[in-house]
């Protein structure tokens, strides 16, 4: 049943980026003959062409990060897994790629100004400096909670923090061997995405653990430290590399999924359909839409498609894959974090932890069918997300 499920979800994610989003490129007039501001403007450090495969890796790393995994995790243990896995499949189709993908294509043919520069011309001026207010305050809400999310799971798991050490000097070196020694991208990719994985491997072996008491205080001013840091180099440097190489520890963690779905013959233990009044939430409308954040017309994400990915956009036609098929893979992930939940019964005391080791131990289940070590599949869950 919980195969039947996912492969439901991904076939509908199929249809749509091949129907729907064809549409879309028709409807918006995609066309390569016009230069895109990443070669218009382009400066070395914001603006730089980017490959697809790079950019997609960029945006989508972007955009999902822990939002496609804990809040549908919260919500199906809340109200069940029926109504979250609708609103992710259908509003992830119609309203969030929309969304994504007008957002980007709107950007780019503004000179890749934000979604707050390009609004500015329907606005007054103190409209305008409320809806920047609006949007800084946003951006410092959700670097707040992911960095608190990351903090905490490298204080559960040294190893992971490791391996996010090593990954990030990783993502340097790949970022000069493509722009500075000019290796395609290609070459590179078959270079460093294995030791990506190596270094999931090797943070097992050597994890970075700090006293329980202030770990999580030092980890927090540690990523604060290292936002401002990755906020201020050019983009080609760690930004996009980050991004990219980040990307293939979320396709992994999706293709291990899928593959442990499809092996494993887990059933559908927990309820389709929990309740309307979640006493720990509240009433399923209107929690449910903005617990699940896949889907919605999220400012994040047009933050981020007007903010880095349109400065990068090397052709029009590209918008198609990276506007449009990154939300449908953030779909994806999330349909994988439901089924976390999913195969899960209603008494399981594992529903009473975080949403994160919840889906690290998801994530152990399915990677374990193909004789992964169960704290291999979960650092690697905790990893990707």
């Keep these: 049943m919980l195969l039947i499920i996912f492969i439901i979800a991904v076939a509908a994610f199929a249809a749509a980026y091949i129907l729907y989003a064809g549409y879309l490129a028709r409807l918006f007039?995609?066309?390569?003959?016009?230069?895109?501001?990443a070669h218009t403007d382009y400066d070395g450090i914001d603006r730089v062409p980017a490959h697809p495969a790079v950019l997609l890796g960029h945006h989508f790393s972007s955009i999902a990060?822990?939002?496609?995994?804990?809040?549908p995790i919260i919500a199906a243990a809340a109200f069940g897994w029926l109504p979250a896995l609708l609103w992710v499949i259908f509003c992830a189709i119609l309203i969030g790629g929309t969304h994504d993908f007008a957002t980007l294509v709107l950007s780019v043919r503004n000179r890749a100004r934000s979604i707050a520069e390009t609004a500015r011309k329907q606005m007054s001026p103190s409209a305008y400096k409320l809806f920047l207010a609006f949007i800084w305050l946003s951006l410092?809400?959700?670097?707040?909670?992911?960095?608190?999310?990351?903090?905490t799971t490298f204080a559960l798991d040294g190893g992971v923090a490791t391996s996010s050490l090593a990954f990030i000097a990783l993502a340097v070196a790949f970022g000069l061997?493509?722009?500075?020694?000019k290796l395609s991208v290609g070459f590179a990719s078959c270079v460093f995405v294995p030791l990506v994985f190596l270094a999931v491997w090797a943070g097992q072996r050597a994890p970075l653990a700090l006293p329980p008491g202030c770990a999580i205080t030092v980890w927090d001013i540690s990523l604060l430290a290292y936002c401002f840091v990755a906020s201020t180099t050019p983009v080609w440097l760690l930004l996009q590399p980050r991004?990219?190489?980040?990307?293939y520890l979320l396709y992994a963690s999706v293709l291990g999924g899928f593959a442990g779905i499809l092996a494993g013959g887990f059933a559908v233990n927990y309820p389709a359909f929990a309740c309307w009044n979640a006493p720990s939430l509240g009433p399923l409308f209107p929690i449910l839409f903005i617990t699940v954040a896949c889907g919605a017309c999220s400012g994040f994400h047009a933050v981020v498609a007007s903010g880095t990915t349109s400065k990068q956009l090397h052709q029009e036609s590209d918008a198609r894959l990276i506007g449009y098929g990154a939300m449908?893979?953030?779909g994806v992930v999330a349909v994988i974090a439901l089924s976390t939940v999913v195969m899960l019964s209603r008494d399981d005391a594992l529903l009473q932890k975080a949403p994160l080791e919840i889906y690290g131990a998801g994530m152990s289940k399915f990677l374990s069918v193909f004789g992964v070590p169960e704290r291999t599949g979960f650092s690697f869950g905790l990893l990707a997300l």
């Design 29 to 37: 007039g995609l066309d390569d003959g016009r230069k895109t501001p």
């Design 65 to 71: 990060g822990a939002g496609p995994i804990v809040g």
């Design 140 to 151: 410092v809400y959700v670097l707040v909670v992911f960095t608190d999310l990351t903090a």
């Design 177 to 181: 061997c493509v722009y500075r020694l």
């Design 243 to 247: 991004d990219y190489l980040s990307s």
């Design 328 to 330: 449908l893979i953030e």
